[in-house]
């Protein structure tokens, strides 16, 4: 079975930019979460989306959105980029059925801002 | 405020040396530790899930244990291919199933 799929894979922008990433969950997985890893440190939450409704969301600016779509694939936009916010973003399926709520991460996005 | 610490920020071994990498937490109530294993420029793979104090898992090489304060990722005869960096995270009761509090890592490295 496919794993957790993202596009694209790198990505360069300049301040100001938007941004937008995608991400398909693993088939039958429901939830989908961001995270933004910036270099030496561990991911950190951005969102939690779980049959089409946000469900959580970390301590970001409200440069950060997302949405899911009825097929259970997710966007996660970044308006006005700043330096700061180049990183490696991840996004994590999880079908959230009863106990069974592991989260399997995909490649992650390289983001650059110059 | 939920936090995860994890010791040592890197770890040398030589091939076949086993050792143990700690992961300290405190959360108001633990739903699930979950281990990780990272390679450069990679995502996330999973590894174990540990729910409960005094539970155990293993996978090959690996052996993960949990107490009320800490988990242990204990590493048996290591291989070079175990170079990576291996990533605690918990979930807390009341939170967002989504939202894993990750450490910063242990960087591994095991030289043949």
């Known amino acids: 079975d496919a794993g957790v799929t993202q596009s694209p894979t790198h990505l360069i922008k300049t301040r100001g930019q938007h941004v937008t990433l995608r991400c398909s969950p693993i088939?039958?997985?429901?939830?989908v979460s961001w995270y933004q890893q910036v270099l030496g440190q561990g991911p950190q939450f951005i969102f939690q989306y779980y049959e089409k409704e946000e469900r959580g969301r970390g301590n970001f600016p409200d440069r950060f959105s997302a949405r899911q779509f009825p097929n259970y694939s997710s966007e996660l936009n970044v308006n006005a980029l700043l330096l700061g916010d180049s990183a490696l973003y991840l996004c994590?399926?999880?079908?959230?059925?009863?106990?069974?709520?592991?989260?399997?991460f995909g490649p992650g996005t390289r983001l650059t801002v110059l | 405020e939920d936090q995860v610490t994890q010791s040592p920020e890197a770890l040398r071994l030589q091939e076949g040396e086993s050792s143990s990498l700690n992961c300290s937490y405190t959360v108001s109530g633990l739903r699930g530790l979950f281990w990780y294993r990272q390679d450069p420029g990679k995502g996330p793979e999973f590894l174990f899930t540990l729910y409960s104090a005094g539970e155990e898992k293993e996978k090959e090489r690996l052996k993960a244990t949990l107490t009320k304060k800490e988990s242990f990722l204990h590493i048996t005869a290591p291989k070079p291919e175990d170079s990576a960096t291996y990533l605690c995270?918990?979930?807390?009761?009341?939170?967002?199933?989504?939202?894993?509090?990750f450490g910063k890592g242990t960087k591994l490295s095991v030289k043949p």
């Open positions: 995270a918990v979930q807390a009761r009341g939170g967002s199933q989504g939202n894993l509090i």
């Open positions: 088939s039958g997985h429901k939830s």
């Open positions: 994590a399926s999880s079908p959230l059925v009863g106990w069974e709520d592991t989260q399997y």
